[in-house]
């Protein structure tokens, strides 16, 4: 079962219930049902059991979920057991701040290796890492056998260095640049640009 | 037209036509079409045309969408013809970096309070702003009717400053920390959690 065949949507779905479920193991809590965590959500008990379903069968009728069950397959599912190397490129205050937080590793993502193009950054420290010289990103990228990259470079620089990612391998991008970046089919990407989640509500307002 | 008869997936759209076109406009081109654009985007043109069509008519069958007047149309449809007030809670290294950021108000939201409730930030300055005692937040963003908020605090503190927010009158809030919150019907949340878009891409890497 799973593989391709489950819609996108459902998939994109999977890490909102691992974060919450992931939550409510933190608080000692055991048990759950697709109600609560639904209320938790904002989501429908129904959508919540259906889209589980395509993965297998992961509680009871009238028994609920077990939650370090769930977390456990879901963990699985999204192949997060352990955690992808990723590479982070840009370091200015967004990229220092993505630098700096800690809430990646134990959800899946281990930045290990940090790239800029402003000889001013580059060889100094950030927490823990030395800025590389984004010039030897492929190379980098490629000896590491890194397959994850977050892109936090201004817009105009975006498409040239994702290309460069693309020739080193990488498979999955998350673009913070504002502006949209061309792939190839084989590689993925998800776009963090916060003025296209105010638009998407202040369109509702008065 | 338009209201609240559009889908929601719809208006989410918008959102990157808009920035796509204000791009090409920068770039000096005067008209493009929805092939061009949906190349840009990855979305097919009928796509486009067709999320446009709810909205009235933009272009001319043959003669393509002037970009200018679909920039102006789409900034009246998603209400950011003018800039809204924004209020900035939490000023760790994410709301420094988004405090910075000088990418909003091009786009309609001005930043013009923020918050914190670490003593040792509160009365400092960051870029033009002085940090705010977050214990005034809701007198301060009532006395300036401030609309919008960016939730930039950690998951533990998110629900109780959430109901703050709400008390204050916030009718959307942009919510970077880790969690789902609670809020009445009425008001609009969008998530930025790079974990959930990392978890979205792995699941498709072997």
Redesign the interface.
């Known amino acids: 079962m799973a593989g391709?065949a489950v819609p996108?949507i459902v998939?994109?779905r999977?890490?909102?219930y691992?974060?919450?479920l992931t939550?409510m193991a933190a608080s000692g809590k055991e048990i759950t049902s697709s109600q609560e965590l639904g209320e938790?959500?904002?989501i429908s008990s129904a959508q919540i059991r259906k889209d589980l379903s395509q993965f297998g069968e992961f509680g009871k009728q009238g028994t609920g979920y077990n939650i370090a069950f769930l977390v456990d397959q879901l963990r699985r599912?999204?192949?997060?057991e352990q955690a992808?190397d990723?590479a982070l490129i840009g370091v200015?205050?967004?990229g220092?701040?993505?630098a700096?937080?800690g809430?990646?590793v134990d959800?899946?993502?281990r930045i290990v290796a940090v790239f800029d193009n402003d000889p001013a950054k580059i060889g100094g420290r950030i927490g823990s890492f030395t800025v590389q010289d984004a010039a030897h990103l492929v190379a980098e990228i490629r000896s590491h056998n890194i397959?994850?990259a977050?892109l936090a470079v201004p817009?105009r620089d975006a498409q040239a260095v994702t290309d460069r990612l693309i020739e080193a391998g990488i498979?999955?991008i998350?673009c913070y640049a504002?502006?949209?970046i061309?792939v190839p089919r084989s590689v993925?990407?998800?776009?963090?640009?916060?003025?296209?989640?105010?638009?998407?509500?202040?369109?509702?307002?008065g």
């Open positions: 391709s996108d998939v994109g999977l890490p909102l691992l974060r919450a939550q938790r959500l904002g599912i999204l192949k997060v992808w990723v200015g205050d967004l220092r701040a993505i700096h937080y809430g990646f959800r899946g993502y397959g994850v977050m817009a498979r999955a998350l504002p502006t949209s061309i993925h990407v998800q776009y963090i640009d916060p003025v296209l989640h105010l638009q998407r509500m202040t369109y509702y307002l």
